[in-house]
């Protein structure tokens, strides 16, 4: 059986985006793991992933599904597409250290879409990557 290489992930994408200085410049130090009660605008939130088995005839593996959130107070959508253009340049492609036993061996963006929140003054952009880990090879 693959180890469960998800919280790898999380801490790996949470450490990659807080380094990336173009996104820093655009939400300060507001990211997160969940989405606070009273964060200040923007902020971006790490947020929902599904794991599924990603075997194959000769290695163990595991899929990642990981949806990032943004969210914005910024009049219309163009904060909130610079910020989902900043988490692109940091993941898209990329590639992710994880910590032992794993390894990522992909590290797509699946699709983005911009959505107005319920309360009518909130942009709510959605990101979904798509993480594909396997387990080192102790030998």
Avoid: N
């Avoid at 996104?23 to 599904?50: K, Q, Y």
């Amino acid at each position: 059986m693959t180890p469960d290489a998800s919280l790898a992930v999380q801490t790996a994408l949470f450490a990659r985006l807080a380094g990336h200085a173009p996104l820093g410049l655009l939400i300060g130090d507001r990211l997160h793991d969940r989405r606070p009660e009273g964060s200040g605008f923007p902020h971006v939130v790490i947020g929902e992933d599904a794991v599924t088995a990603d075997d194959s005839a000769t290695r163990g593996g595991q899929r990642h599904e990981v949806t990032l959130h943004v969210w914005s107070r910024y009049r219309g959508r163009a904060e909130v597409k610079r910020i989902l253009s900043a988490l692109t340049e940091a993941l898209h492609r990329q590639p992710l250290t994880l910590a032992a036993p794993h390894r990522c061996i992909a590290l797509r963006v699946a699709f983005t879409t911009i959505l107005d929140d319920d309360d009518g003054v909130t942009a709510h952009g959605v990101m979904r990557l798509r993480v594909v880990t396997e387990p080192v090879d102790p030998y």
